[in-house]
């Protein structure tokens, strides 16, 4: 892979339908890409289904996987999204263990701090509700290190395009 | 009607005429209503009884019908049961896919009911197919098939042409339901491509008339569009010169005088050395495969590369940089073209380069090195060329002799060169040569083989008898894996490894054995009665041609070369 290798996003648009999910990552894992994450939900438009992946991978391949999932028959439309230019969001269930009662109140000035939600509490382990860009997630993830990180479940990056700048919708006219 | 009536009327309402196919314990419900319409005159009005080929392997059942697509540009169909039939046909969509040939594969498989569950001869057939087809079917309700078949003729033969699958399960085949037939289909996501950007014509049209070295090099993507005139008329309205890719061989004629024949790794040396020497070098429908261009940052560095494809995804995915790039039909961006240069773009005056280039001329020797006593590979492919008429159609195996062919047999009609380019099929060309009889019946056809490809699929020697599908295999027996040991010879120090096939089978007694004519020819006359017989023959007819097992194929571009580091002799 080259220098230019970074943590892309792709975001289709597709039929929602048996198959689709499978051909795409089947072209994804041709080009030997790991899939970092992947959330797929309905769109907008009734029969259609949003994908969002994320991978590393240098330009050159990324814009080929690009090409070849367009060609794909149930895809209606797909775009590489660069963080710049698009909202990215990930949410993500993080439990703690954190031992003595003591440290309670710090972690959650933390939880708070990262504008988290306590959403499962028993007598030794915390859960966590934790959205934002992954950045802040994989942040909140290391700072829980100290606190008795038991589990965490990611749902992957969702992301939109962002709407397009006004300096470039004027540039544009 | 039930699933297998609707599946055999959507064949018979796409004017199919030919199935080859192979009947199992998942798709006797099709098979059974073949028998319906071929013993009991059960075929609608209005439609041809559809003509089912037995074969005695899958992977010639899809080899036939890819051969029979490609020499006729329409939609070849074949046939396999549940498990290992649809298995086997795996291969043949493998290289009907490389090749961008239209092939639909209707599959048995098991009940609905019993799919996942490891049921007797199941497979994931849908999944295993997904990475050699451009999409597949699993109808899972009756009413389903008449659309899923549509679509998939519709996918298979539109844009750039593809196999397409329909897996379709025993109780769909068996079950009762009312259906409509569609007329057409729509998929959103899957239009047909977009006329030509006049813009973008403009711009290609003024960058080469304004080249000073310009060629062009026309791929297999020239033959699928059926653009031979058009690379014609604007080859010479420019008096640019032609180079085609291996799957291009044939879209323009090789006796023209503005042919350069074949560039790659077995092209022509002048050819592949001339190359990197044009200012303007015009790609229509070929994807730049490492055969044709050698190592691709050492392709012609210093020329402006224009690239026209029907794909998108083949812009800048093996040549990175066009300088100007067209997603467009070839036929549609070269009548463009032809229009703008006849609307009096002015152009250069080329004699210089003209010049230079007739002198590059490949001009195709047919005379003999010897006294014609013993044939030589090379020699038995420039006499195949003498005397097989250039209307007949030729497939190849996949080899030394394939190469040979390349170098030493111009093609002069577009279709009549049917090989396994992309893939590399070892034991296409014979059941290929087979469909494609089946699409021209009214010109020979000759399988110039080699003795390992040809044992690949030599049981369709049984369909050629018992069908009545007469060709003519030209073996070139070397009794060695001839390509595998010259790579052995060059570059593994001759290392001999399991190359050697030995002497058996005596290939006159087998084709004997199957009801068909065996012949072995020494020197050029008994070659030449032998192919005039065969061309005249009911039956299949399988020659012989022992050469030595030390000839090579040269020049050749050895593998990570650039184009112009040829190895001589």
Same mark, same amino acid.
């Given at each position: 892979?080259?220098?230019?290798?970074?943590?892309?996003?792709?975001? =289709?648009?597709?039929?929602?339908?048996?198959?689709?999910?499978?051909?795409?990552?089947?072209?994804?894992?041709?080009?030997?890409?790991?899939?970092?994450?992947? =959330?797929?939900?309905?769109?907008?438009?009734?029969?259609?289904?949003?994908?969002?992946?994320?991978?590393?991978?240098?330009?050159?391949?990324?814009?080929?996987?690009?090409?070849?999932?367009?060609?794909?028959?149930?895809?209606?439309?797909?775009?590489?999204?660069?963080?710049?230019?698009?909202?990215?969001?990930?949410?993500?269930?993080?439990?703690?263990?954190?031992?003595?009662?003591?440290?309670?109140?710090?972690?959650?000035?933390?939880?708070?701090?990262?504008?988290?939600?306590?959403?499962?509490?028993?007598?030794?382990?915390?859960?966590?509700?934790?959205?934002?860009?992954?950045?802040?997630?994989?942040?909140?993830?290391?700072?829980?290190?100290?606190?008795?990180?038991?589990?965490?479940?990611?749902?992957?990056?969702?992301?939109?395009?962002?709407?397009?700048?006004?300096?470039?919708?004027?540039?544009?006219? | 009607?039930?699933?297998?009536?609707?599946?055999?009327?959507?064949?018979?309402?796409?004017?199919?005429?030919?199935?080859?196919?192979?009947?199992?314990?998942?798709?006797?419900?099709?098979?059974?209503?073949?028998?319906?319409?071929? /013993?009991?005159?059960?075929?609608?009005?209005?439609?041809?009884?559809?003509?089912?080929?037995?074969? *005695?392997?899958?992977?010639?059942?899809?080899?036939?019908?890819?051969?029979?697509?490609?020499?006729?540009?329409?939609?070849?169909?074949?046939?396999?049961?549940?498990?290992?039939?649809?298995?086997?046909?795996?291969?043949?969509?493998? &290289?009907?896919?490389?090749?961008?040939?239209?092939?639909?594969?209707? &599959?048995?498989?098991?009940?609905?009911?019993?799919?996942?569950?490891?049921?007797?001869?199941?497979?994931?057939?849908?999944?295993?197919?997904?990475?050699?087809?451009?999409?597949?079917?699993?109808?899972?309700?009756?009413?389903?098939?008449?659309?899923?078949?549509?679509?998939?003729?519709?996918?298979? $033969?539109?844009?750039?042409?593809?196999?397409?699958?329909?897996?379709?399960?025993?109780?769909?085949?068996?079950?009762?339901?009312?259906?409509?037939?569609? &007329?057409?289909?729509?998929?959103?996501?899957?239009?047909?491509?977009?006329?030509?950007?006049?813009?973008?014509?403009?711009?290609? #049209?003024?960058?080469?008339?304004? #080249?000073? *070295?310009?060629?062009?090099?026309?791929?297999?993507?020239?033959?699928?569009? /059926?653009?031979?005139?058009?690379?014609?008329?604007?080859?010479?309205?420019?008096?640019?010169?032609?180079?085609?890719?291996?799957?291009?061989?044939?879209?323009?004629?090789? /006796?023209?005088?503005?042919?350069?024949?074949?560039? %790659?790794? +077995?092209?022509?040396?002048?050819? /592949?050395?001339?190359?990197?020497?044009?200012?303007?070098?015009?790609?229509?429908?070929? *994807?730049?495969?490492?055969?044709?261009?050698?190592?691709?940052?050492?392709?012609?560095?210093?020329?402006?590369?224009? +690239?026209?494809?029907?794909?998108?995804?083949?812009?800048?995915?093996?040549?990175?940089?066009?300088?100007?790039?067209?997603? $467009?039909? #070839?036929?549609?961006?070269? %009548?463009?073209?032809?229009?703008?240069?006849?609307?009096?773009?002015?152009?250069?005056?080329?004699?210089?380069?003209?010049?230079?280039?007739?002198?590059?001329?490949?001009?195709?020797?047919?005379?003999?090195?010897?006294?014609?006593?013993?044939?030589? %590979?090379?020699?038995?492919?420039?006499?195949?060329?003498?005397?097989?008429? &250039?209307?007949?159609?030729?497939?190849?195996?996949?080899?030394?002799?394939?190469?040979?062919?390349?170098?030493?047999?111009?093609?002069?009609?577009? *279709?009549?060169?049917?090989?396994?380019?992309?893939?590399?099929?070892?034991?296409?060309?014979?059941?290929?040569?087979?469909?494609?009889?089946?699409?021209?019946?009214?010109?020979?056809?000759?399988?110039?083989?080699?003795?390992?490809?040809?044992?690949?699929?030599?049981?369709?020697?049984?369909?050629?008898?018992?069908?009545?599908?007469?060709?003519?295999?030209?073996?070139?027996?070397?009794?060695?894996?001839?390509?595998?040991?010259?790579?052995?010879?060059?570059?593994?120090?001759?290392?001999?490894?399991?190359?050697?096939? %030995?002497?058996?089978?005596?290939?006159?007694?087998?084709?004997?054995?199957? @009801?068909?004519? @065996?012949?072995?020819?020494?020197?050029?006359?008994?070659?030449?009665?032998?192919?005039?017989?065969?061309?005249?023959?009911?039956?299949?007819?399988?020659?012989?041609?022992?050469?030595?097992?030390?000839?090579?194929?040269?020049?050749?571009?050895?593998?990570?070369?650039?184009?112009?580091?040829?190895?001589?002799?």
């Amino acid at each position: 892979m080259n220098h230019d290798a970074q943590l892309r996003i792709i975001s =289709a648009l597709v039929e929602h339908k048996p198959g689709v999910l499978f051909r795409i990552t089947n072209l994804i894992r041709r080009k030997s890409f790991n899939i970092e994450s992947i =959330a797929v939900g309905p769109a907008e438009i009734p029969g259609l289904a949003r994908m969002t992946f994320t991978m590393f991978s240098d330009y050159g391949q990324f814009d080929q996987v690009i090409k070849n999932i367009d060609n794909l028959v149930d895809v209606r439309a797909v775009e590489p999204l660069e963080g710049r230019r698009a909202t990215v969001r990930e949410l993500a269930l993080v439990k703690l263990s954190p031992g003595a009662p003591a440290t309670r109140p710090e972690i959650i000035n933390y939880i708070e701090t990262f504008r988290g939600n306590i959403v499962d509490v028993s007598p030794d382990t915390l859960t966590v509700e934790v959205s934002g860009d992954p950045d802040k997630i994989n942040a909140f993830i290391n700072l829980a290190k100290n606190y008795g990180l038991k589990e965490v479940a990611r749902t992957g990056a969702v992301a939109l395009s962002r709407v397009m700048a006004y300096e470039e919708a004027t540039a544009r006219w | 009607m039930s699933g297998a009536q609707a599946v055999v009327e959507c064949l018979e309402r796409e004017g199919v005429e030919v199935v080859f196919g192979y009947p199992g314990g998942g798709n006797l419900p099709i098979y059974d209503v073949l028998y319906d319409r071929q /013993n009991l005159g059960h075929t609608p009005r209005d439609c041809r009884v559809i003509r089912h080929v037995l074969v *005695r392997h899958e992977q010639s059942a899809a080899h036939m019908a890819d051969g029979y697509a490609r020499a006729s540009g329409r939609v070849g169909v074949c046939m396999a049961t549940s498990g290992p039939g649809a298995t086997n046909l795996m291969t043949g969509l493998a &290289t009907a896919y490389m090749d961008s040939s239209p092939v639909v594969a209707i &599959t048995g498989q098991v009940p609905s009911f019993v799919v996942g569950s490891d049921g007797f001869q199941e497979a994931d057939v849908v999944g295993m197919a997904a990475s050699v087809t451009k999409y597949t079917f699993q109808p899972l309700h009756v009413r389903d098939i008449p659309y899923t078949m549509k679509a998939a003729f519709y996918l298979a $033969a539109t844009r750039r042409p593809q196999p397409v699958l329909v897996d379709i399960p025993k109780d769909v085949q068996q079950a009762e339901d009312e259906v409509e037939f569609p &007329t057409n289909v729509d998929f959103p996501s899957y239009r047909p491509l977009p006329d030509p950007d006049p813009t973008i014509v403009k711009t290609i #049209a003024r960058t080469i008339l304004t #080249a000073e *070295r310009p060629i062009i090099l026309a791929g297999g993507g020239v033959k699928i569009a /059926n653009a031979y005139r058009e690379l014609q008329a604007f080859a010479e309205l420019l008096v640019a010169p032609v180079v085609t890719s291996f799957m291009g061989k044939g879209v323009f004629p090789e /006796n023209h005088p503005l042919s350069l024949g074949c560039m %790659g790794m +077995h092209g022509s040396e002048r050819t /592949n050395k001339l190359l990197p020497d044009c200012d303007v070098l015009l790609v229509i429908g070929s *994807r730049f495969s490492d055969r044709t261009t050698g190592k691709i940052e050492k392709f012609c560095p210093n020329t402006k590369v224009i +690239h026209i494809d029907a794909d998108k995804a083949e812009i800048g995915k093996n040549y990175k940089m066009p300088i100007i790039s067209l997603v $467009a039909d #070839a036929k549609k961006a070269l %009548g463009l073209l032809i229009r703008e240069v006849e609307a009096g773009m002015m152009g250069r005056f080329r004699a210089l380069w003209v010049k230079r280039v007739q002198e590059m001329m490949v001009v195709a020797k047919t005379e003999l090195d010897g006294d014609g006593s013993h044939l030589s %590979g090379v020699e038995t492919v420039k006499m195949l060329r003498r005397f097989i008429p &250039t209307k007949a159609i030729v497939t190849t195996e996949v080899g030394q002799h394939q190469m040979w062919c390349e170098q030493h047999f111009p093609v002069i009609e577009p *279709r009549t060169f049917i090989s396994s380019g992309g893939l590399g099929t070892m034991g296409f060309g014979f059941p290929a040569a087979l469909g494609a009889k089946i699409a021209r019946p009214d010109v020979p056809v000759f399988d110039i083989a080699g003795d390992g490809s040809f044992q690949m699929t030599e049981n369709s020697l049984a369909t050629s008898i018992e069908e009545q599908i007469p060709v003519t295999v030209v073996i070139l027996n070397n009794r060695m894996l001839g390509m595998v040991a010259q790579w052995q010879r060059f570059f593994y120090k001759r290392r001999y490894s399991a190359v050697h096939l %030995g002497r058996s089978p005596d290939f006159v007694k087998l084709a004997e054995a199957y @009801g068909a004519v @065996g012949v072995r020819v020494n020197t050029v006359l008994e070659l030449e009665s032998a192919i005039t017989r065969a061309s005249r023959s009911p039956v299949t007819t399988v020659i012989d041609v022992p050469i030595s097992p030390e000839e090579n194929v040269v020049p050749m571009l050895p593998p990570g070369a650039g184009i112009k580091e040829m190895i001589i002799g």
